[in-house]
């Protein structure tokens, strides 16, 4: 039986790590020669499952580090740490993305595809997610690294917002970006807002 299931979850395993080798070939591509054309090179070659299991090496490495250094915090935990970020880290890139197809398309005309905007912004935020979450435990380096990274993000972001969306338009790319980023704060504030309002009930309830 094991066998068996060894040999149905291999195959699985093997094209789950392909892609991702795949794409990191293909992030380092992106960063080395950031230009629209270099995303539209790219953009259909994945999916949106593609994306979101890259988009999982991030969360993954940024919940080790997290519940890691929980250990020495009592006021937060390791399990939560490490929960909520494999979380939290995929459903705020998910918010993002969605609003920067959906503003782009009805607000500009853009003409791509939800896929092609998840796949295109995982190329570069997974990477330099990884590096500002290594670099971040360093003190007051780990701080400045991660703004210009941050930065960075923005810059890479305007070149996928005009391949993906196919908005030549400067000041489209910039709005939409702008106006993407306002709506997932919303709405991902909204969320943790519920979220926590339900945790709180559950404490009055229980007598916690």
């Known amino acids: 039986m094991g066998a068996v299931l060894w040999g149905m979850r291999g195959p699985v395993q093997t094209d789950a790590r392909a892609q991702v080798q795949e794409m990191f070939a293909q992030s380092v591509a992106v960063l080395s020669q950031p230009s629209p054309a270099t995303f539209e090179r790219y953009e259909r070659r994945g999916n949106l499952n593609a994306a979101l299991l890259y988009?999982?090496?991030a969360a993954v490495v940024s919940a080790v580090?997290?519940?890691f250094f929980a250990l020495f915090h009592s006021d937060v935990s390791f399990f939560g740490q490490l929960i909520s970020r494999l979380i939290i880290i995929p459903v705020q890139f998910l918010i993002f993305t969605?609003?920067?197809y959906l503003i782009g398309k009805n607000l500009f005309k853009g003409t791509g595809t939800f896929s092609e905007v998840a796949y295109s912004f995982a190329l570069f935020f997974v990477p330099l997610s990884i590096v500002s979450t290594l670099i971040g435990i360093i003190p007051v380096l780990g701080w400045l690294v991660s703004f210009l990274i941050g930065l960075v993000m923005i810059y890479f972001g305007?070149?996928?917002?005009q391949s993906?969306?196919?908005l030549r338009d400067q000041g489209q790319s910039?709005?939409?970006?702008v106006l993407a980023?306002?709506?997932?704060?919303l709405v991902s504030a909204a969320v943790g807002g519920f979220f926590a309002s339900l945790f709180a009930v559950g404490r009055a309830i229980s007598g916690n």
């Open 65 to 67: 580090i997290a519940a």
């Open 181 to 185: 980023w306002i709506a997932s704060f």
């Open 158 to 161: 305007f070149l996928a917002v």
């Open 55 to 57: 988009v999982m090496v």
């Open 164 to 166: 993906s969306m196919n």
């Open 98 to 100: 969605g609003a920067v």
């Open 174 to 177: 910039i709005a939409t970006l």
